[in-house]
């Protein structure tokens, strides 16, 4: 009788569909289907996830068959018309592909489905799936011939050295067993009932070409008839170890479900086979108390695919619970996907009811040591002569090996102090018999080597006449462990809260109220308060900011059980210092009260990095402000000067200052413009110019000449007690701070740039920044100075010109270089798109000038060229699949100055933007138009559309709330233009605008 094979109740952990799915290139397959269904359920998928893989799918239909392929794939959300007008999607009739000219040729056909996998890889498709009904065959007398050739070649020829997946379709209720075995043999793959089989029956081409069919098929079933046999047995071999194992075994999945298990289970938990399936392992087997968890044990199990043991307990029918000791074992599909868990169970009830015992008998004989006497000596001359029980015991000795023995004999040959045992001891009861008692710690060796503590108390008797000593001993080396393992826990913990800068907290809430019952010790470390500052406030809020109280209160009030929620503010350290925290935390409902898990991150250097940042671009914004009337013709010293003032004062937040130039007759410093904190001050005013002249000695005297004298910038927050100091004169506005720097060429002295009475305190970030604007002051002065020089040389000025263009250039890059990298850094997606955009729009900046520097006139650049290059960057950042979306260019060869270049750069960079970002959702493809024509009345227009799904129903360009319109707009005005909206297919912008004449900024 054959046995019960308990693996065969195990069902399958996988669908068809999966299976369809995890399909790989080289895979020849053949579908034997009985009914509609079979087919449906099988071609539907299979080209459904070969479209959504990118790959090229072809499907050969017979002449009964009708358009229901196209139906269903398009009930599955398949676009079919667009996939077939892309050439993804090819359908041919069996007339196309099988029979062209009323007969089968397997070459010919070899050869079509060769030529549609080439197509495929030329038009960038990942590979090529093809499926079609075999039918045919049918119609053909030689068919069961034709169709093993063709199979075999197919076999050899095409899937193993193509990228490609083929499925022949055969419909059992048309073909002749015969042939059906044909196919069985000339396919690896087989599909059928709903199951993809690897065919052990299959013969490999060049086997099949050698080989007499009828012997083929003998050695086929042979083998088939050991593998099976052994298959068998080991079956069976399983299946009796499982049936008879006195260990519980169950394989389940994570939604609870039991999909097998064995006897043994079932004995554990009291349920009958059929019981157990209506049963879920998580809600109706494990008690509540362990869900929690299991549920975080199994998690972790899943992120490291190792093994777990752990203990729980398990409901049993009848009522009653069972401790058990359990080992599961993850187990993953070939996608690394969970499939189920396989666990053996332990019954732990009588490891449990002797752990009982035993803790109760431990407690019983740590009750009895607690209150037993400690160890007693009696020492005559230095020698044991007496003892009592509890000696023995802690020396682990017997009576006669003790007595008559000395303290040193059972000490190691030093203490812990690194005086000698037998020294130590002889001083300390020489001062007992002196009459001075002595209480303390010795270190003891039993006779195994075994070292242990005591805590000694030696004191003098008198018996009769003689004195002796009296020792009480206390075996404290539990005690002195856990000391030395305490000490090392805090030196771990110190440590640990010394490295990191986050710290993490759990606080329950409490009439209305959240406590802290729980912080990490990083805390402390971080913000320099004490636990006790803590306690007293029975949490950490009292450290934030006091304007950033009002979010951090708003958080906690806001979080409710099952949600997540992160806040940026800042607290204030013990110090005094800001911190920038960023506040993760998660609520839970607790037995009945609400629970917050947190953790805090310190952000502070974020931060630092974000304002660095800002401060470049501003400096670099600052920058692109001069250069304009520097290289001007135009342009005066004075005028130089007043602009590299009004930035100077705009970065350094400065009220005062003045800029001057050095005149190199007599080296007095000339005040080209400045502020009117001047007034009154004792200036020589010649040629209506004021100048500072310098002292005989050739120095500039007082604070202000000081770093005209070092060629070094300085600044000071106290200038009433600088060294060189001299104060204000009567009617001079109060000077609260001042920064200087020198204008220098190498180490020639040219100018300086002086500011004083700044909002906030001068640093070494202002003084860096005025010495980025002395740079380009240095080459406005070094210019004037040598200007005849320069209208007698358009090269070398050409020269100065580009280089002033690629610095700019360079800097701007190094604003994207920056945006990029602090991208990489977040890992929040609004901060990465923000960073994303800006990347974008300084990027169109600094193609103008790059083009500038490169362009044969460098004051104005060829606006074709640049929309050219601008359009090819945003299309490579924003299409994934080229040639989707097409651009249309529609441009009058027209060049444009500076000033009406960079906001038209900055228009095109957002509405193209925009375009590539929303019209063309899901893949659609369309058309990016963009015109720049010159009219008749002198005016330009730029016209940017697109003919995708439009704008959103309300839109109003009046009331834009998005950055990247509100720049549009902005930039618009900026260029004295106007702005017209067409929504009728699409979206088009137009914009009317003259060119911008040069305006004096200052």
């Avoid at 080439?118 to 049918?138: P, T």
């Avoid at 008879?244 to 939604?255: E, H, M, N, R, T």
């Avoid at 950055?963 to 260029?975: E, R």
Wanted: glycine share 6%; net charge negative; charged share 25%.
């Amino acid at each position: 009788m054959e046995k019960d094979n308990y693996l065969g109740e195990i069902k399958s952990f996988s669908t068809l569909e999966d299976d369809l799915n995890s399909l790989k290139p080289h895979q020849h397959i053949a579908l034997l289907y009985n009914n509609p269904r079979e087919w449906k359920e099988t071609i539907i998928p299979f080209i459904k996830w070969g479209l959504e893989k990118g790959e090229k799918c072809v499907y050969i239909r017979d002449s009964s068959q009708d358009n229901k392929l196209q139906e269903y794939l398009k009930k599955e959300g398949v676009e079919v018309n667009f996939c077939e007008k892309s050439g993804q999607l090819v359908i041919l009739d069996e007339s196309e592909a099988y029979t062209k000219d009323g007969d089968f040729n397997s070459d010919t056909r070899i050869h079509l489905i060769k030529t549609e996998a080439q197509i495929a890889k030329d038009n960038g498709f990942k590979a090529l799936r093809i499926c079609g009904e075999m039918s045919w065959v049918l119609h053909d007398q030689s068919g069961l011939d034709r169709l093993m050739e063709y199979e075999s070649q197919l076999n050899q020829n095409f899937t193993s050295k193509y990228p490609s997946l083929a499925i022949c379709q055969f419909d059992m209720q048309k073909f002749d067993p015969e042939i059906i075995k044909g196919v069985i043999m000339t396919h690896p793959y087989l599909i059928n009932g709903g199951e993809i089989y690897k065919n052990f029956y299959h013969v490999p081409a060049h086997e099949f070409q050698d080989t007499p069919l009828a012997e083929k098929e003998v050695e086929i079933w042979l083998n088939n008839i050991k593998r099976e046999h052994k298959i068998r047995l080991r079956e069976e071999l399983y299946a009796e170890v499982l049936s008879k194992s006195s260990q519980a075994f169950v394989i389940g999945l994570s939604d609870g479900k039991i999909l097998f298990n064995n006897p043994a289970f079932n004995e554990l938990v009291g349920y009958s086979p059929d019981e157990i399936k209506s049963l879920n392992w998580d809600k109706d087997l494990t008690s509540p108390e362990c869900r929690h968890q299991e549920k975080i044990i199994l998690q972790e199990m899943e992120k490291t695919g190792l093994p777990v043991r752990y203990e729980k307990e398990y409901l049993k029918k009848d009522g009653t619970r069972v401790p058990i000791e359990i080992l599961t074992h993850p187990s993953y599909n070939h996608e690394g996907e969970l499939k189920y868990y396989y666990s053996f169970i332990n019954d732990i009830s009588s490891r449990k009811k002797v752990e009982e015992e035993l803790l109760i008998s431990e407690n019983k004989y740590h009750t009895l040591f607690d209150n037993a006497e400690s160890g007693i000596f009696l020492i005559r001359d230095g020698f044991f002569m007496e003892c009592n029980q509890k000696v023995l015991e802690i020396f682990g000795v017997l009576e006669e090996n003790i007595l008559g023995k000395t303290p040193a004999d059972f000490s190691p040959p030093l203490q812990e102090d690194g005086t000698p045992s037998d020294l130590k001891a002889k001083k300390l009861m020489e001062k007992a018999l002196s009459g001075e008692p002595q209480h303390f710690e010795w270190k003891h060796q039993q006779q195994n080597g075994t070292v242990f503590f005591t805590e000694v108390s030696l004191n003098r008797l008198k018996i009769g006449e003689e004195y002796l000593l009296q020792a009480i001993v206390m075996d404290i080396t539990g005690r002195k462990r856990a000391e030395n393992l305490l000490k090392e826990s805090e030196h771990k913990h110190r440590m640990v809260g010394e490295l990191i800068s986050d710290f993490a907290y759990s606080c329950i809430q409490k009439d209305g109220e959240y406590r802290v019952d729980w912080i990490t010790g990083s805390f402390y470390h971080i913000t320099g308060f004490s636990k006790k500052d803590m306690d007293n406030q029975f949490g950490w809020m009292f450290t934030v900011h006091p304007d950033d109280t009002p979010k951090a209160q708003q958080q906690l009030q806001d979080i409710k059980p099952g949600e997540k929620n992160i806040k940026i503010f800042r607290i204030i350290s013990s110090q005094g210092q800001i911190i920038w925290l960023r506040n993760h935390i998660e609520c839970v409902e607790e037995n009945g009260n609400w629970r917050i898990y947190g953790a805090a991150q310190d952000i502070s250097r974020e931060k630092i990095y974000l304002e660095d940042l800002k401060r470049e671009l501003e400096i670099n914004q600052s920058l692109s402000r001069i250069y304009a009337p520097l290289i001007s013709d135009s342009s005066s010293m004075e005028d130089v000067a007043d602009i590299i003032l009004q930035e100077s004062l705009k970065l350094t937040h400065s009220e005062n200052g003045y800029v001057g130039m050095v005149d190199p007759e007599n080296q007095d410093m000339v005040v080209l413009t400045h502020s009117s904190m001047m007034v009154g001050c004792e200036m020589v005013d010649l040629d209506d110019k004021i100048r500072f002249p310098p002292s005989k000695n050739g120095n500039y005297p007082a604070l202000w000449g000081h770093s005209l004298n070092t060629g070094k910038g300085i600044y000071t927050n106290q200038p009433e007690t600088h060294k060189t100091s001299r104060g204000t004169p009567s009617g001079h506005i109060k000077v609260t701070n001042f920064i200087s720097v020198p204008v220098m060429a190498e180490k020639e002295l040219l100018g300086q740039i002086a500011l004083a009475n700044s909002r906030h305190d001068y640093d070494d970030n202002k003084l860096e920044a005025l010495k980025r604007l002395a740079e380009f002051y240095a080459l406005a002065i070094q210019r004037m100075r040598f200007k005849d020089d320069l209208l007698n040389s358009i090269k070398d000025k050409e020269l100065l010109l580009r280089e002033i263009h690629h610095r700019v250039k360079n800097n701007l890059q190094i604003i994207a270089s920056l945006l990029n990298l602090q991208s990489a850094e977040t890992q929040e997606e609004e901060a990465q798109e923000f960073c994303r955009v800006s990347q974008d729009r300084v990027r169109s900046m600094a193609l103008i000038h790059e083009k500038l520097y490169k362009s044969p006139n460098i004051s104005r650049i060829n606006f074709y060229d640049y929309v050219k290059s601008l359009t090819e960057a945003l299309f490579y950042n924003y299409t994934t699949h080229p040639g989707i979306v097409q651009l249309n260019l529609d441009i009058d060869n027209i060049s444009l100055d500076l000033d009406t270049a960079i906001p038209c750069g900055l228009l095109l960079n957002e509405l193209i933007t925009n375009s590539l970002k929303y019209a063309f959702p899901d893949g659609n493809k369309g058309t990016i138009t963009i015109k720049f024509k010159s009219l008749p009345s002198g005016e330009y227009q730029l016209v940017i559309g697109d003919d995708g799904i439009g704008l959103p129903p309300g839109f109003n360009l009046d009331r834009v709330e998005t950055l990247g319109l509100q720049i549009v707009i902005s930039l618009v005005k900026q260029i004295e233009g106007t702005l017209e909206l067409e929504e009728t297919s699409g979206t088009v912008y137009t914009i009317n605008f003259k060119e911008l004449s040069y305006k004096n900024r200052l």
